[in-house]
């Protein structure tokens, strides 16, 4: 009996018996990895560090610790996260859809990076009048909780990395930001029709410690363009917030734009002490699906979707909230899942559930949902419908005269803390006029709740 030797090309092995075995390839293997997973995998397979494997070697990655950036946190790095931005912005080569593109990936290896200096991630040139737009950035860690920046800024009201019109095509993964000084920005986000900022997703990122913002978007009066297109994919939102994880409309009182469009959080847990998550001054397309969200401060206020009535005209032409599959988790009396001014557009909630709490004392006092028909026209607002959804306390909504538009429909809805579906003691209550609403196939507690609807 023979047995058949492994050829050096067919990537074959011999087994303990001798026996041919197949075996993926340096190739396949990589090819199933991506952003931090295909460097650690490459690291692996050739063994050493991923800094010895990347430092001064690879065309296409820039290492902050071969800049000279300290893992461990003891001293600032600022500079050499200067350096490793300063490379990956000259490494520019022709792109076939728009220009200039970098050509390299911006890699932090595990570890605790401190940064004392405002834009030490990116440089926040405006784009306007210095090269244009660059269209297309990577910076990529191994993972939250592996690869973490630490932000401890020496002055007050800085912002770690602006984009002012210069950066598009935008991928930052595998990281963890944590914030010392509560009036820290994380990212703001200026843009206007001579240059825009457009395509940002962060995955696997994680936002801890205080803040005064997250994300801020803005852009000037009548010319701002293109602050759209973003999306958080299994991120962590942690931390506080003096203001909000993610402002759009920096300046409502400037008739800014009608593009701040399109934005996709999608299965993230959404866990932070006080403050908003998300304040939308301008209107826009907003999407949430799936994931946890938990406001964890019992004694302090928080309101996850927090919406003005600022805008007013053509900046104002889309006002969408979808929300689909989310557990919201309240722990105080003061804390909200929405506080809309809206006037106008569509708020939908499908198979949500605010009813962890339910059971708890102050659940049947709480309002953690607010709709405020009258905050600029007196017989105006959305839409809002909520569909298959547990909910507890009660809804308000104010209006200032009979209501020409806005409604809100309950479809297949349970109600936890009250038996009643309207009056003083109902789940939906107004001060003075009676708003549009619907009730269609819901329960008051465990008892089917009478269909009603009033125009």
């Known amino acids: 009996m023979s047995t058949q030797a492994a050829r050096p090309d067919d990537n074959r092995s011999a087994n303990a018996d001798g026996a041919a075995v197949r075996r993926p390839g340096r190739r396949a293997v990589l090819a199933g990895l991506t952003g931090a997973g295909a460097l650690a995998g490459s690291v692996a397979l050739g063994g050493g560090s991923a800094a010895a494997a990347v430092a001064g070697t690879d065309a296409y990655v820039v290492d902050v610790v ?18 490793a931005a300063a490379e990956l912005l000259g490494s520019f080569q022709p792109g076939p859809i728009s220009g200039a593109i970098p050509k390299k990936t911006l890699l932090i290896p595990p570890g605790n990076y401190l940064l004392t200096q405002p834009d030490s991630l990116l440089p926040g040139e405006d784009g306007v009048g210095h090269g244009g737009i660059v269209d297309g950035i990577a910076i990529t860690g191994y993972g939250k909780r592996l690869s973490r920046i630490t932000y401890a800024p020496t002055a007050r009201d800085t912002t770690l990395w602006t984009n002012r019109q210069r950066y598009k095509n935008i991928r930052i993964s595998g990281l963890t930001f944590e914030s010392k000084d509560a009036t820290a920005t994380f990212n703001y986000a200026y843009s206007s029709d001579a240059g825009g900022v457009q395509d940002t997703w962060y995955s696997d990122v994680e936002w801890r410690g205080t803040w005064k913002i997250g994300i801020g978007l803005d852009g000037p009066a009548g010319t701002s363009d293109l602050n759209s297109e973003m999306g958080w ?10 203001d909000a994880f993610l402002v759009i409309g920096m300046t409502p009182a400037e008739s800014q734009q009608d593009q701040f469009l399109n934005y996709w959080f999608r299965d993230c847990k959404v866990e932070f002490k006080s403050g908003s998550f998300v304040r939308n001054e301008r209107g826009g397309s907003m999407n949430f699906i799936g994931g946890s969200y938990i406001l964890t401060d019992a004694a302090s206020t928080g309101t996850f979707f927090q919406l003005g009535a600022a805008a007013s005209g053509r900046a104002d032409s889309t006002m969408r909230l979808y929300a689909q599959g989310i557990r919201f988790e309240l ?5 909200k899942v929405i506080d809309s001014a809206w006037y106008k557009g569509s708020i939908t909630f499908v198979s949500c559930d605010d009813t962890a709490l339910s059971f708890q004392s102050w659940a049947s006092g ?14 105006r607002g959305p839409m809002v419908r909520y569909q298959d959804c547990a909910l507890m306390g009660s809804h308000q ?19 936890s803390s009250v038996t009643a579906g309207t009056g003083a003691t109902g789940f939906l209550r107004w001060p003075g006029t009676a708003p ?8 008051a507690q465990s008892a089917r709740l009478a269909d009603a609807k009033v125009s």
């Open 331 to 335: 722990r105080g009396v003061g804390h």
């Open 397 to 415: 909504v104010t209006a200032g005269t009979a209501t020409t538009a806005g409604k809100l429909l309950y479809d297949g809805c349970r109600f």
């Open 366 to 379: 709480a309002v953690p949902h607010v709709y405020r028909f009258d905050a600029v026209n007196p017989s």
């Open 436 to 443: 549009w609403y619907e009730f269609r196939d819901c329960l």
């Open 66 to 83: 071969a800049k000279g950036a300290d893992p461990t946190g003891r001293t600032p790095s600022d500079a050499a996260f200067r350096a």
């Open 233 to 242: 994919d299994h991120c962590q939102i942690g931390g506080s917030y003096t």
